[in-house]
């Protein structure tokens, strides 16, 4: 992506910040937001969540094909949908931004409107509430999202039960379909999916679906279906057996995708590994009482007692994205 103009450090910080903050918008829940010290947020209980996260140029986007859109959406998607797996609404963001010598301002203000975007379509009961602006040798966004439980309990990892539902929220696959179709060396590929490229640079998890479930466990999809499924059994000390047959659905939107991969590369790609091993769609993993599961969540499978996650009746890897390893 191009961005003319002034680099942030021509404009100065003081100028650059302020151009920039001018594109979030207050809430009700903040009370003090950007310039001082530290954001005051009101709260409707004594209790809060908090998550962090980090995304790093080069590992976690490239600005060939990411623009700062992209990169402002896709940083308050990521935390938002840790903050909505808790059950909790989203409140506030405080974003720490690492930036270049060579960054433009016309990026800053870029990422400043996609931070903005995902909050008004994802969580408008959130705000950007405070920040840092810094120079690195690469980009690097470090978000810090708080939710209000609204005088709930939040929802953890280690709350399901033999004999509940496990269901998913949101897509699968779709992202890990994207970021295959942008690194292919094949430059059409990404062209002719858009939607599946729109999911990896922009995902869109359902947060108010996931808010309101009213699930016993839950947890967003970040990392893959298989290993946060695997993360879950885990928690909660039962085993996953999810069924082939309900994730046909998911598999069968990246059919012509994977044929089209499968024929530039002369080789057979089942689009089931998107499905099961990829990540970064940000939707929602979680288990429900038998018959209590809410609109906008699928079942896929169940829980049972034991230890680990099965496929129909084959153990299934903790297979997917780390994100310390080489």
Known sequence: MKYEGKTVLEVGERSALAQTVAHFKPVASTIIGSGDDSAVIGLSSNRFVVTTDSMVEGRDFRLDFSSGFDVGYKAAATNLSDVAAMGAQPVALVVALLITRDTKLSWLEDFAKGLQSALDELAPSAAVVGGDLALADQIVVAVTAHGDLLNQKPILRSGARPGEVLAVAGTLGKAAAGLSLLLHEDKSLA???????????????????????????????????????????????????????????????????????????????????????????????ASFPKGSVPAGFKAIGSVEAGSGVHLDSEPLAAKGWDSVSS
């Open 191 to 285: 062209a002719s999916y858009p939607e599946l490229v729109q999911v990896q640079l922009r995902p869109r998890p359902p947060i108010a679906t996931a808010v309101s479930a009213g699930a016993s466990a839950m947890l967003d999809i970040s990392d893959s279906l298989a290993l946060d499924a695997n993360r879950l059994a885990s928690a909660s000390n039962v085993s996953l057996r999810i069924n082939s047959s309900d994730l046909q659905g998911y598999v069968a939107v990246l059919e012509q995708a994977a044929q089209s991969v499968s024929a530039r590369d002369g080789k057979n790609l089942d689009p089931i590994s998107w499905v099961l091993f990829g990540g970064e769609d940000h939707g929602f993993l």
